[in-house]
């Protein structure tokens, strides 16, 4: 890139940049010297339980609305057009669902890590393969992350990359290290805010140097950015209606419904009811991001129509190009592009903490407690925080590694949840849903389903050819007839393209598909193995485990044959993980929990298949 051409920080864009690392790390030192001041892990890993649904929701979004989605959203609209928004369709049943069947669940066995619920399912092994799973997931994730806002600021202002890198990563680890998953939250919250102005500015700011809403309109209509509905059902298209409503919201399960970084934050809130209502609170929000995401490309698009500026970027991605828009727009504003940039790393510092914290938790709670059961809760926490500090560092070797990549960061997300979050999703359906699956059947069914996603992902990966962008030479000389053509004929023109054959075809599958196919294999391959080795009897299950889907499906048939088809063991037949691991002594009755009277009638029964169970095993 030529001198002349980047883009600078003044000192006010630096300070308030600076101001930004600066409350984090405050909001962090505050709950390191306030309240219990971190010394219990409850306190440290779960905020003692005593989150409002406010913060909480805040945070759920914070941690869905990652530096990647910032900077991933806008160039996926820049390049290919508005199809993408239509993932927002998917956003009401991926949050629906997790509020009335993952929630109530894993809310009730009063969890610290998610896949300790695999152990109360399944067994000790379960629970460790889920936990080895999220971790790699995560670590990797933690990379994109991080690296990304910092790669994309230096291919246009020259700021020192990994300068950026080391700033982002070390300020987050001392403030999650200090304050725990309640300085976490509270930063979630601080750093929304900046995230949702910072694109407000670059919107507001696009739209008036662009000449209005009705040029920007004009230019995005002619120039062919405002897409038809795609109701092609070929699942090999990268996005249609089909692959983004649809395929879509079992992405949105693998990651509100099983994610530990997303149930840590249920798990923290004071009741029940807190939960769900947060879980609520977050869909109006999504919305708001992700409409702000799109507009933002389209206004990008207005701007540079019929220009390429890959020339003048250090890197020729898209991701490059939106941060250069940014700067382009709010070039003499002094404050507004630090404000931009604070959203970025806003985005990026939320993701990532969550990330820290939540990778301290499974680790914690599943690989040290249950091998040093006598530990004291003063090492315990001193050991959560070594843990956190420590990811935090792998994180940076993590950035390093995806700076070798050159591909577009929201494919590489989306491809990684679906790869890793799909079979972890298949298999706590398996367990919740389907009573009669065993152990044996939930260890072949991920190992399988990690394998067939593994396969595609890295296939298409190797051998798919980058998509044809719509990049146009000019707004109003881009594909002129195409605004004349009906919704239907759009939808099923694309048959008569030529699509890849055997096995090409099967890497061709869209990365919006890999969390329910994997997902779906994951709960295939587990039934088929269980039934061979001897399925399950609803006697053996752990109560509370099982949410009745299929009593409810099943609702006409007599309860006689409810019985033998599936488990209809009401919920509220629950005890938390604690009472199921010690077998004795009784919780204080809970919202939405069960009874005194309750868990005195049935604790004996629970105790008894404890034993049966561990005998077993």
């Known amino acids: 890139m030529d001198p002349s051409d ?82 927002g369709c998917a956003y009401f049943l991926g949050l629906l669902i997790p509020a009335h069947v993952f929630i109530p669940v894993l809310y009730k066995l009063r969890l610290s890590s998610t896949y300790e619920y695999l152990e109360l399912r399944f067994s000790k092994a379960v629970r460790i393969c889920g936990t080895l799973t999220f971790i790699f997931q ?36 001392l403030y999650t290290t200090m304050g725990g998953l309640k300085a976490v939250i509270w930063t979630d919250v601080f750093q929304t805010v900046v995230m949702f102005a910072g694109q407000l500015a670059v919107i507001v700011v696009g739209v008036h140097q662009t000449g209005g809403v009705s040029e920007v309109w004009s230019k995005v209509w002619e120039g062919n950015r405002i897409s038809a509905l795609n109701l092609n059902p070929d699942p090999t298209e990268k996005h249609t209606f089909w692959t983004l409503g649809v395929g879509g919201v079992f992405l949105m399960l693998s990651l509100y419904g099983v994610n530990q970084a997303q149930v840590q934050r249920y798990l923290s809130a004071r009741t029940e009811k807190e939960a769900v209502r947060s879980c609520y609170m977050v869909f109006p929000s999504l919305q708001l991001s992700l409409a702000l995401s799109c507009v933002m490309g389209l206004v990008m698009f207005a701007r540079y129509c019929g220009e390429d500026h890959s020339d003048m970027l250090a890197n020729s991605s898209n991701d490059a ?70 990811y935090g560092l792998l994180c940076l070797a993590m950035a390093y590694l995806t700076h070798l990549m050159d591909v577009s960061v929201l494919n590489v997300a989306l491809k990684l949840f679906g790869m890793v979050g799909g079979p972890v999703l298949g298999l706590f359906c398996l367990g919740m849903f389907f009573p009669w699956a065993n152990s044996t059947g939930a260890m072949a069914g991920l190992g399988g389903g990690l394998a067939l996603s593994f396969w595609v992902g890295i296939g298409s990966i190797i051998n798919l050819s980058s998509s044809p962008r719509l990049l146009s030479a000019g707004c109003r000389a881009a ?122 009638r049935f604790l004996p029964e629970v105790q008894a298949a404890l034993v049966e169970h561990e005998t077993a095993v």
């Open 6 to 87: 980047q883009k600078r920080f003044t000192a006010v864009d630096y300070v308030i940049f600076a101001v930004l690392l600066a409350a984090s790390m405050g909001i962090g030192l505050y709950h390191a010297l306030s309240g219990g001041r971190q010394r219990t892990t409850q306190e440290f890993l779960m905020a003692d339980r005593s989150m409002s649904c406010l913060p909480v929701s805040l945070s759920l979004i914070a941690s869905f609305q990652s530096a990647v989605a910032i900077i991933g959203v806008p160039a996926e609209i820049y390049t290919n057009g508005t199809q993408y928004w239509f993932i």
């Open 138 to 173: 995560t670590v990797v994730y933690m990379g994109v992350c991080v690296y990304t806002p910092a790669f994309a600021l230096n291919a246009v202002t020259g700021f020192e990359i990994w300068a950026a890198v080391l700033a982002t990563g070390l300020v987050c680890t």
């Open 321 to 390: 190009m939106v941060i250069y828009f940014v700067m382009d727009m709010l070039e003499g504003l002094p404050g507004l592009p630090g404000l931009f940039v604070a959203c970025l790393f806003s985005a990026a510092l939320s993701t990532i903490s969550s990330a820290f914290n939540s990778l301290a938790a499974v680790t914690m709670e599943d690989l040290v407690k249950p091998y040093f059961p006598a530990m004291t809760e003063a090492r315990a926490t001193l050991v959560s925080k070594a843990l956190a500090m420590s």
């Open 479 to 600: 594909l002129p007839s195409d605004n004349g053509t009906s919704p239907i004929h759009t939808a099923l023109g694309n048959f008569t393209l030529s699509k890849p054959s055997g096995l090409n075809r099967f890497y061709s599958l869209s990365y919006m598909w890999y969390s329910a196919f994997s997902g779906f294999t994951v709960i295939l391959i587990g039934l088929i193995i269980s039934f061979l080795t001897g399925p399950m009897k609803e006697e053996d299950v752990t109560p509370g485990t099982i949410y009745p889907l299929l009593g409810k499906l099943l609702c006409f048939l007599p309860e006689h044959l409810q019985k033998k088809l599936c488990c209809v063991t009401p919920q509220g037949q629950t005890l938390s993980a604690t009472q199921h691991k010690e077998g004795n002594g009784l919780a204080l009755p809970q919202e939405d929990g069960p009874s005194q009277e309750e868990t005195d």
